[in-house]
C-alpha cells in the first residue's frame, strides 16, 4: 500500500511539473482574400486547429500548446474550389507565441511574427 500510494504521489509531482512548463500559442488568421474562407485548418505541434466560415476582411483566433519544436501547414479552401496550402514560421518549446497568418488570394503569410513571451 506505501509503495501504491509512493507512485501515486510521484506521478502527481511529474503531472504538476510538466504542467508548469506547458507553453502556448495564440494565432489569429486573417482572410484578405476577395472571396470567403468556406475551411480552413491549422496545423502546429502535432495539433490541427479546424477553422470555418471566415468572411472577406474577417479574422479568426486559434490556440494550440507549444510542446516541440515546429512550423505551421495552413491550409485554405475557398467556396469556389481554388486551395492554397503553405508551411509557415517556426515555434519552439520553452515559448509563448502570438502570430498573425493572413491569407490573400494568392498567398499565406504571417505578417506579425512574435515571440509573446518566455515564461
Keep these: 500500500m506505501k509503495r501504491l500510494m509512493l507512485l501515486l504521489a510521484l ?15 495564440d494565432f489569429s488568421l486573417v482572410n484578405n ?43 485554405v479552401e475557398f467556396p469556389s474550389g481554388r486551395s492554397l496550402t503553405r508551411d509557415i514560421g517556426y ?8 502570430d498573425e497568418i493572413v491569407v490573400s488570394d494568392s498567398d499565406i503569410q504571417i505578417t506579425k511574427p512574435a515571440l509573446d513571451r518566455q515564461r
Excluded: M
Excluded at 503531472?15 to 500559442?25: F, Q
Excluded at 468572411?55 to 512550423?71: A, D, F, L, N, P
Design 91 to 98: 515555434v519552439t518549446s520553452g515559448l509563448d507565441f502570438r
Design 33 to 75: 482574400a476577395r472571396e470567403p474562407i468556406a475551411r480552413a485548418s491549422v496545423s502546429v505541434c502535432g495539433q490541427t486547429i479546424e477553422l470555418e466560415n471566415v468572411q472577406s476582411g474577417g479574422r479568426v483566433e486559434g490556440s494550440y500548446r507549444v510542446t516541440s519544436e515546429s512550423h505551421y501547414t495552413v491550409r
Design 11 to 25: 506521478a502527481a509531482a511529474a503531472s504538476a511539473v510538466s504542467s508548469c512548463t506547458a507553453h502556448k500559442g
